[in-house]
């Protein structure tokens, strides 16, 4: 399609049939050309282990594809039926408490329960098979929010071979897990767990390589699902942003033909910073995943309303173009929305739609309707961008946990400022993980890239752009080991001491900035001082290309 997508989640299945109609005509109205459908229909589309029932969904199909809508076909498997729990309870997810989760909300699955992916596997070969022609199919829509975490007896197992594959022998285990401390020394494979609830701190490198393998867990679950999607229509799944979030987007992202995000804003104030942050990171993944253009889709946010502070907080008229601009000025090559219409029972009842419960005659729907007509005869926009800013989700979980020496470094929060300061000033900026190609790049930008593999380290010695590291970048591997001097020779210093800086301490600059969070007390061996403190000790410092900031927040740098 040379267009853009326009459109959101469509859940007929959860209304009556003579409604449908109605909402083809408004689809008409409002200029929709793509909806998701099936996202949570498990239960209608297998009410009985084996009973089928795809009739109302052909008919749906069909009459989007008579109403021009394409369709965005999702399988069901983010909510497995009440049958399916009841034949495998074993498949219900467990709390890090050992808490077996129950039905009656969504997501009741463990990613690693055989049954579960069997029956994934099952239902997706179903729709495959029934709808891979059908002219209305535009894109395939595997699951929903990856992110559910597990700590049960199947991730237990699963768990155990990854680390085999990982690190190859016990000893190589213990190394990188640092169990000489507290104890910890693993003797036999079957001794090794999840990072179940413990009685005290628990230990950082088994805490990251779980989640890193629960996220491949669920890229394998992905994977079984697009090998029976595969055919005509690209294969998507939409992503999930937030800390909690098992998952490393940047190389879920090399497993889709098209990379999907959900977002949500988290504050009414910086919505629009936070809108262009998440729309550069999904260009970013899509760029490094090898799609040049780096186009990537907005598959769902939420129209003219932000939940923030408790509140559902209705934006002022013109908010949904303008967000919608923030993400296609950034190479969205859609935007939609959750959900096509308001639902009166359930869990989202009150979440904000479409076709709010007011029906199509109401502000919201007319906004919407305008959009989709100015939206109608536009092209996705291919960005170009100059400067790019290092954002690692691994970092980001490791800079999660209560073991480090501050709890107020918010990774994403500190980003989103050097994102919206980069910004001003140069326009475009991609957020890349580490491993992306750099070589279009002038200038990029690492603030506080804190868990740094050799690989990591590798990379960035090969960038040959100017470089923007700060303090606290590379102090750990990907281990969570201490690495002091690690980063020395690019940055032409030693780091002598690195101080934590409690909110109310910041360190006063010669220029008459403050610097918090953390400051470092730098040496200069091949480096010139930029700016000082009012102290005068090194608080910039810049060793041929590469300059350094002796705390991470120093983010005015760049104007
Ligand atoms: C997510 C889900 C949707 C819905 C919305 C509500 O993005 O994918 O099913 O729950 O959140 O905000
Ligand atoms: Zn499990």
Not at 100 to 120: E, K, V
Not at 394 to 405: K, V, Y
Not at 422 to 450: C, I, K, M, S
Request: hydrophobic share 40%; net charge negative.
């Amino acid at each position: 399609m040379s267009g853009l997508y326009f459109g959101g989640d469509y859940n007929p299945d959860q209304w009556p049939e003579n409604l449908w109609a109605q909402d083809f005509a408004l689809m008409r109205k409002a200029s929709v050309n793509l909806v998701t459908v099936g996202v949570f229909s498990w239960s209608r589309l297998q009410p009985a282990p084996d009973h089928l029932d795809f009739g109302w969904l052909d008919r749906v199909l069909d009459g989007l594809h008579t109403a021009g809508v394409g369709v965005c076909l999702a399988t069901p498997t983010a909510s497995p039926p009440p049958w399916f729990t009841r034949l495998h309870p074993d498949a219900l997810p467990v709390t890090r408490q050992g808490v077996r989760l129950s039905h009656g909300s969504r997501d009741a699955y463990c990613i690693n329960a055989p049954a579960y992916r069997q029956a994934s596997v099952r239902i997706a070969a179903e729709l495959a098979d029934r709808y891979r022609e059908h002219p209305a199919l535009r894109l395939w829509h595997v699951h929903n929010e990856y992110g559910t975490s597990c700590f049960c007896a199947h991730c237990e197992h699963a768990f155990r071979n990854w680390l085999r594959e990982r690190h190859g022998d016990l000893d190589a285990l213990n190394d990188a897990w640092s169990t000489a401390f507290w104890s910890q020394r693993y003797g036999r494979w079957d001794e090794i767990l999840p990072p179940r609830a413990t009685q005290y701190r628990s230990n950082p490198a088994q805490e990251l390589d779980y989640r890193r393998f629960l996220s491949d867990s669920m890229v394998r679950h992905f994977r079984e699902q697009r090998n029976v999607l595969a055919g005509q229509a690209p294969v998507t799944t939409n992503f999930v942003l937030g800390d909690w979030v098992p998952v490393d987007h940047a190389s879920f992202a090399r497993e889709v033909d098209l990379v999907a995000v959900d977002h949500y804003p988290s504050t009414v104030d910086a919505a629009q910073a936070e809108r262009a942050f998440a729309a550069d990171r999904a260009r970013g993944w899509a760029r490094a995943a090898g799609h040049p253009d780096g186009h990537w889709l907005l598959m769902e946010h939420a129209p003219g309303a932000i939940q923030a502070d408790g509140v559902v907080q209705s934006l002022p008229k013109g908010s949904i173009a303008e967000a919608a601009e923030t993400y296609l000025a950034r190479g969205a090559v859609g935007i939609m929305y959750f959900q096509w219409r308001a639902s009166r029972g359930g869990a989202e009842q009150w979440h904000p739609a479409m076709i709010p419960h007011e029906g199509p005659d109401s502000p919201v729907f007319d906004e919407v309707t305008r959009l989709g007509a100015a939206l109608s005869t536009r092209t996705p926009v291919v960005v170009d961008a100059e400067v790019a800013l290092i954002y690692d989700e691994q970092t980001m979980w490791a800079w999660q946990g209560d073991h480090l020496p501050t709890r107020h470094l918010n990774y994403e929060g500190l980003a989103v400022r050097w994102h919206a300061a980069l910004t001003a000033v140069h326009r475009t900026v991609d957020v890349v993980p580490p491993g992306a190609d750099l070589r279009h790049y002038r200038l990029v930008v690492a603030p506080a890239l804190f868990l740094m593999s050799a690989a990591t380290h590798a990379w960035l010695r090969s960038c040959t752009a100017d470089i923007v590291l700060t303090a606290a970048c590379g102090a750990v591997d990907e281990h969570a080991r201490v690495t002091p001097g690690s980063l020395d020779d690019l940055i032409g210093a030693r780091v002598i001491t690195r101080r934590w800086l409690p909110p109310s301490e910041s360190v006063a600059l010669a220029d008459g900035r403050t610097a918090g969070l953390c400051f470092e007390t730098l040496q200069p061996t091949t480096a010139r001082v930029l700016i000082t403190t009012a102290d005068g000790s090194p608080a910039v410092i810049r060793n041929r290309r590469v300059t350094y900031t002796a705390a991470p927040d120093l983010v005015e740098l760049v104007t």
